[in-house]
């Protein structure tokens, strides 16, 4: 077999590789790496990657109960149309809130990319302790997967209770997440909760890292009675949708029963195989939101500089 030949065969295998692998991916079940994933070492515009996000995503929910808001309901929904005097209307926050479930699966390519086991995660929570509106991270579990010679998977959990958390202002903290004993080929999982009180606020969201990432999703579904304006990335790699959902909310009214919904709009976007910043590489901007109802306390803003989840 002639060296030209040889080297067409393995670049059409590449090739084959690459699109099973695109067909394949993303595995947003976390806790069991894909064998995809496990194979997986980059595509055409990011082979010489120190290491890649294989899958990042972030679904806010809320939960609420009926007496979000002083007003006249006669009906048994909520929505904008129950209010009196909508945009008058102060929304006691102490009455909704909002959990933000964060995952996150990267491998290790390259030595060099032994750091990008690390993150950065930051959050809300003022200096004052005793605040009711301090955000709570919880649930935070780290795992590193790696195969052994016989190329069976071995699972490592990370204890977390030796993570430095570090304040950066009067508002926020972060929680600097140091990986040990990371070898070329690992894949590193990481997932946390997020619980806040402040209804009036969403997280931004990078879908454009420091090293490239194959799929990142950010899954929102808010009740209608909050109506943010949303400025959501547009670029090729980024696709969006919303539509309109439901939200099943509490109420211990005598005059209502359980199981009424509110109305929900549910915005999905899903950015793919998105390079790095930098030469001839357009720039994503993050999701952002601002929210428009009046006279409500307005968002909290992620310190300049910061994300809600970065990666080193």
């Not at 508002?171 to 070329?184: I, W």
């Not at 090729?236 to 509490?250: A, I, N, P, Q, T």
């Amino acid at each position: 077999m002639n060296t030209l030949f040889r080297k067409l065969l393995l670049f059409v295998s590449f090739l084959a590789f690459v699109s099973t692998a695109k067909a394949q991916l993303p595995n947003e079940k976390f806790g069991k790496p894909s064998s995809m994933e496990w194979e997986f070492i980059g595509w055409r515009d990011a082979l010489d990657a120190d290491a890649v996000i294989l899958c990042k995503t972030m679904k806010a929910t809320y939960k609420i109960t009926d007496q979000v808001a002083n007003y006249n309901q006669s009906s048994s929904d909520i929505s904008a149309d129950n209010f009196t005097d909508f945009g008058k209307n102060q929304i006691d926050e102490s009455n909704i809130v909002v959990k933000y479930e964060c995952r996150l699966r990267t491998k290790i390519l390259k030595p060099e990319g032994v750091q990008h086991a690390n993150i950065d995660i930051t959050y809300y929570n003022t200096d004052d302790d005793k605040s009711n509106y301090n955000d709570v991270l919880s649930d935070l579990k780290v795992r590193v997967f790696s195969k052994n010679e016989k190329g069976k998977v071995e699972k490592r959990n990370i204890k977390t209770d030796d993570f430095v958390r570090e304040r950066i202002d009067s508002n926020y903290v972060v929680l600097h997440v140091v990986v040990p004993d990371v070898q070329v080929g690992n894949i590193i999982e990481y997932q946390y909760d997020i619980s806040s009180t402040r209804a009036s606020f969403l997280y931004d969201w990078s879908f454009q890292e420091c090293i490239p990432t194959i799929y990142s999703k950010c899954d929102l579904d808010i009740p209608a009675i909050l109506q943010f304006n949303m400025n959501t990335p547009i670029n090729k790699r980024m696709k969006s949708s919303v539509e309109v959902g439901r939200l099943e909310y509490d109420t211990n009214r005598p005059d209502l029963k359980k199981g009424k919904y509110c109305p929900t709009n549910h915005y999905v976007i899903i950015g793919e195989y998105i390079l790095p910043e930098g030469d001839n590489v357009d720039k994503i901007a993050n999701l952002t939101s601002h929210l428009l109802m009046p006279r409500v306390t307005p968002p909290a803003y992620l310190p300049k500089g910061i994300t809600h989840l970065k990666i080193k």
